[in-house]
Structure formats: structure tokens, C-alpha cells
């Protein structure tokens, strides 16, 4: 029996619809992945905690310095910072280099160590499929000979994702507890102290990938005199007008100024220091105010004013910032709550100095409120501009009696400290050296060892991540035809339904509303 007129228009328009929403589902108005450079991040691996605990132990009698940046999150995990390298969201290859690395020396003999290895330039590749490596440049020493090797991006370790699809990422991408084993090229490069396939520590790391962009279908006619800048094609935001700048490099003719208003002073205060805070004694914490930053291995103060004396060197820089360092918390009280504020660098007589405002209380109960304490000292020699910098890079940095006073006698007065780094500005257009980068703060997302079916998630502060199904076909498009089919399949039991007479409610008449399979995902979905 033929279907009425009115309801064969019904269903023709609902084809229509879906034929329409397919169309619109599949072209090039969603917002995509885009394929890039990655900007930023950070890695953190405890390599492997018993190589550690043997370094530093009775029979190496060893240690570990860091190098180019790198910090320790924890007292045995090491962050390496500033990813670069790029990424594919269509297939999901990604690669990642890390600056940043560690030494480790020990089998003190004669002055010189049997055992030395570098590990730096750490680099993380993966590639559709679930393959993955990390990578280093090593240089190590051998047990037998005493000659040391170096090698660029040597394979440390296959590392296992399982289960994880690094497909269509935005923003920032996460990977927690990443399993590693160590290959041929890493058990070498240990010393063979344990043999390929040894299982290394899990590791995290976190990059900042392209935001997603969202193109649109029907592009917009540009104004007839309106030219798009080389900038705006690619993307980006076209620089505004401004004057030209002088000719010829920042620094190359710096003015013979002794008054400065920029600066950067970069210290860690001390690594062991830092561990005991957050480590399972105090099991504290710092927060930075006024300015301040954190470096990773270190916290910057900026920005500085001060005067140079080019003549005899003399140097008076004070820098702008706060640290505070809580722990050992006890009910609404600290044991630990100490305030490292606005320190300066005097350079006066061929001696250096590092001066702050101290705060708070210390683990002995005392409590402290100092003004310009001289904390530690350091050698200036070498000191001088450049490129219109005064700056000095990781000078050595002993603790002063006053020092040692102000930190309650955790350390006695000459104890090594973290080197410090600090520059000015002598010329208003030098650039002062840059922060490492760390990226944004890593996402919650499962490990790389949960369910087959995790996948890594933006940050909610990141740009919107295109997901995509199995197929290829976007996510959107598939939930809303589904909609429709649901619509069109309960329009036709409706039909049957009023071709027989029936009186019941339709089944299904809820799809597509806030409840049902075609909702939107909510905010914390993502995690």
C-alpha cells in the first residue's frame, strides 16, 4: 500500500538531512590536528634506581652532577626540558629531543674515576604502530681500557605503547610510565653493567604539540585592498607596525652605561635542598611570587636593576622575586617555612657576592628575619660584558657564615652550593638567555600501560583535539548520522506503527538528547 504524500515528504527531507550533515561532518570545517614543530616540554627517568643506588653507594663511592639545565624531581628522577622536533597527527609518528643531561662518576683511583658516563640530548621516537625508542648521546668510559667513547643518539632503550594511539593529538600530549628495556647499544653504553633487555625505570614525558585549527568550509572573500601579509597565509598573527630597529647586532655598540634596568639571576639554591623539601621527610613544597620562576633546576629572579663600574669591575645588581619553601607540616604549622626574597650580586675588591632577604623558620625552630644576608660567596674572575650582557655562567658558589645561619646549620659555611648564573643588561636591546622550557603542565592521562584503548589527552587549557574513528571518518560526523539513522529508523516504526494503528509511544524517542550516545563529552572526559 502506498505511503501517504505528506509522509513520503517527511521522509524524503530526513534523507536529505542526513545526506547533508554527512557532507558537512566530512569537510574541512572541523577542527584538525595540524602537523608541526614541537614547542616545549619536559621528560622525566630515573634511568634505573638500583645504577643509582650503586653510584653513590659503598663500592662506587660515586655521584651525579647535571648538566645544560637539568633537574631532579623527587631526589632520584630526572628532568630533562626544552623539547623540540615535530610531530604527524595522521599517523602519529612523533619525535622529541630533550636538552639537558647527567655525569655520573665513581671507582675513584689515582685522582681519576673508573667509572664516568655522560648521558645527555635525550630524544624520544615513536611511529604508527606502537614502536618506540629513546635515545641519547653517551660518553663513557671502559672498565678495561680507561678510554672513553662517545656516541651521537645511541638507542638506550625500546620503550612499549602498547595500546596507545598518538593519533590526532593537540596541545599537550602526555605519556605516563612509559616501560622501557634496555638494547645492545645501552647495555654498551652501561658498561655492560646489565645486559640488553634488562628492564630500565618507567618514564614520563609531556610535549607541546600544534594546537588543532579550525578551517573553515566556505572561505570568506578578502577585501579588494586588502593584501594578506606572508604571515596571516601561514597561519599566524602579522607582526604590527612599529619603527625599524637600528641597524646592526644588540650588544655590538653597547653604550658605556653603568646604570641597568633588566636582569636574570638564576639559582637553585642546593639540588639536596630541593629533594629534602619535597622529598618523604618533609614532604613539602615551594611556591614562587613576585616574579619568579621556575627553571627546573633552578629558579629565576627577575627583573634587576643595578650599577657597573667598568673601570674596576665593581658591580651592585638587585633582582626581583620571592621563593618560599614549606615542609615538615604539622597540624597548621610549619616546621620548615622559609622565604628566599629579592636577592642581589655585589662585586666589590675581586670578591663576589650573593646577598637575599631571608624569611620565615627553620628546622631548628628559629626563626629569621634578615635584610640583605650575605648567603655565599663567588670568584668574579672572568666577569666582563659581552654582547651586551655582563652575565656569568655557572659560577661555583660557597656557603658563607652567614649563609649557614640563615638556612638554621643544614649546611656548614663553605659547603658547595648550586652554581650560580646570572646576566645584565647593559645594553636595553641584549636579550637575556632564555628559561628551559618545560611546556605547559602535563595532562591526567592513564599510563601507557592501561587499557588498550588509552590514548593520550589534551590539557583543558589546550587547543580542541580533532578525535577520530578507527576509519578515519570524524567522530562528529559518525555520532550525528547516527542521530539520524536512529531518527529515521524510529520514524519508520512510527510509520509501520500508524499503518497499523497502534497506540504505544514510540521507542527510542529520546536519541540525541543531552543523555543519550550523541551528547557532547564533558569537561573531564578528556582525563
Known sequence: MPLPSRLRRLAATLVAALAALLVVGLSPGQAVAVEGKVAGGRLDWGIKQSFLTYVTGPIAKGSWTLTGGAATVG??????????????????????????????????????????????????????????????????????????????????????LAGVDLRGAAGTLTLSNVPGALTDAGAKAFGNFYPAGTALDPLTLSVNLPAAQATSSAPSAPSPTAVPSPSAAAGTPAASAA?????????????????????????????????????????????????????????????????YDPANGDLTAAFTGTVRFTGLRSGDTYGLDLTLANPGVTVSGGQGRLVADVSGRTPDGATRQLTGVELAAFDPAGLKPEGGLLKAVEVPLKLTEGGAKAFGGLYP????????????????AAALPPLPDLGSAP???????????????????????????????????????AVLVAVLAATGGLLVRRRRAAAAPVAGAEVGTSSGPGAAPGPDDAA
Open 75 to 160: 631526589g632520584s628522577t630526572f628532568r630533562f626540558h626544552s623539547a623540540t622536533g615535530g610531530y604527524d597527527p595522521a599517523t602519529g609518528t612523533l619525535t622529541a629531543s630533550f636538552s639537558g643531561g647527567v655525569r655520573f662518576t665513581g671507582h675513584q683511583e689515582n685522582g681519576a674515576n673508573a667509572l664516568d658516563l655522560s648521558i645527555g640530548r635525550l630524544g624520544f621516537r615513536a611511529v604508527q604502530g606502537g614502536a618506540a625508542g629513546l635515545y641519547a648521546d653517551v660518553s663513557s668510559k671502559s672498565k678495561e681500557t680507561g678510554q672513553v667513547s662517545s656516541v651521537s643518539q645511541a638507542k638506550l632503550a625500546d620503550l612499549s
Open 243 to 307: 619603527p625599524a630597529a637600528p641597524a646592526g647586532t644588540p650588544g655590538t655598540r653597547a653604550p658605556a652605561r653603568t646604570e641597568f634596568a633588566d636582569g636574570a639571576l638564576d639559582w637553585g639554591v642546593r639540588r639536596t635542598f630541593r629533594d629534602y623539601v619535597t622529598g618523604a621527610i618533609a614532604q613539602g613544597r615551594w611556591e614562587l611570587g613576585a616574579g619568579a620562576a621556575d627553571g627546573g633546576a633552578f629558579f629565576r629572579w627577575t627583573p634587576a636593576k643595578g650599577r
Open 413 to 428: 659555611a663553605g659547603t658547595e652550593m648550586d652554581p650560580l648564573s646570572f646576566a645584565v643588561a647593559l645594553d636595553p
Open 443 to 481: 595532562a591526567t592521562v592513564p599510563s601507557a600501560t592501561a587499557s588498550p584503548t588509552a590514548s593520550p589527552a589534551a590539557s583543558p587549557s589546550a587547543g580542541p583535539v580533532a578525535a577520530s574513528s578507527p576509519d578515519g571518518f570524524p567522530v562528529a560526523a559518525v555520532v550525528g548520522g
